[in-house]
């Protein structure tokens, strides 16, 4: 992957710039503080840069799925649907419904595609979720207001405010990210439940396209399910962008889109 490229990757600046936050959350001086969201962002950038081709899939970045977590199980059903779809397309004779039968199989690859994406930006916002604890920064931010509530030197009233906005925007940020992770998850639970519904309805119509359904009709049940299929991918690309504009929105207008909106 270029340097220019991931210098718009969203996620270069998300990640250098909560290590930063976290580093001055824990008592490292400021300067210092944007030194290490700095030093994480440089090596992320050169990391993706190294990596190259084998990181990328129709001009985006593949993010890395964590295993054991539930986005990597919903991609493992996700694939061994779209398996079930290669298989029984391969399984219909030469003809009208084998045609139709390999595109679905071509759209379902596609899908897949598409929760894998959804599976490595679910797994990058778990783990940099992690960086953040929402409890001990509502206690950061109750101490600061208790604070304010007394201090009566302006100069000292001043520095506690600027303390307590740095905490107020690092909940944002986590609330941001719970939110983010949340619908990640439920695009994907719905996408693998789907493409394994299509999996059964598409081994139903082949079943009845050799028996009772004419080789017309059962082409036309098939571009049904061909929209169907067509659905859920589209959803799952909704629901990426979504994503990565919300988390692009933490680096101000146009600093992190990915090219490709």
Do not use: C
Not at 6 to 26: F, M, Q
Not at 92 to 117: F, Y
Not at 130 to 138: G, S, T, V
């Amino acid at each position: 992957m270029a340097l220019r490229d991931e210098a718009r990757d969203p996620w270069t600046y998300l990640i250098g710039g909560l290590a930063g936050g976290v580093a001055w959350a824990v008592g490292v001086p400021v300067a210092a503080a944007i030194g290490v969201g700095a030093v994480v962002l440089g090596i992320k950038a050169a990391a993706g840069a190294a990596i190259g081709g084998s990181s990328r899939e129709g001009g985006r970045t593949l993010l890395p799925v964590t295993g054991k977590t539930p986005e990597d199980r919903w991609l493992k059903r996700g694939q061994r649907a779209v398996d079930s779809f290669a298989k029984l397309a391969s399984s219909v004779p030469p003809g009208m419904i084998a045609t139709k039968a390999k595109t679905i199989e071509e759209q379902a690859s596609q899908t897949l595609d598409g929760l894998r994406r959804l599976a490595g930006q679910a797994s990058t916002t778990r783990n940099v979720s992690q960086h953040l604890d929402p409890a001990a920064l509502a206690q950061e931010s109750a101490r600061l207001q208790d604070q304010l509530a007394t201090e009566t030197n302006a100069d000292i009233h001043t520095e506690l405010q600027s303390s307590l906005d740095s905490v107020k925007e690092q909940i944002r940020i986590a609330e941001r990210l719970s939110e983010s992770l949340a619908q990640l998850l439920a695009r994907m639970e719905s996408g693998a439940l789907g493409l394994e519904r299509l999996v059964a309805q598409l081994a139903e119509l082949l079943a009845l396209s050799e028996s009772a359904t004419s080789p017309v009709e059962g082409a036309k049940q098939l571009e049904a399910l061909a929209d169907d299929l067509e659905g859920i991918r589209a959803g799952l690309a909704e629901t990426e962008q979504l994503s990565r504009r919300a988390l692009a929105g933490f680096e101000g207008d146009g600093v992190a889109s990915d090219g490709n909106d």
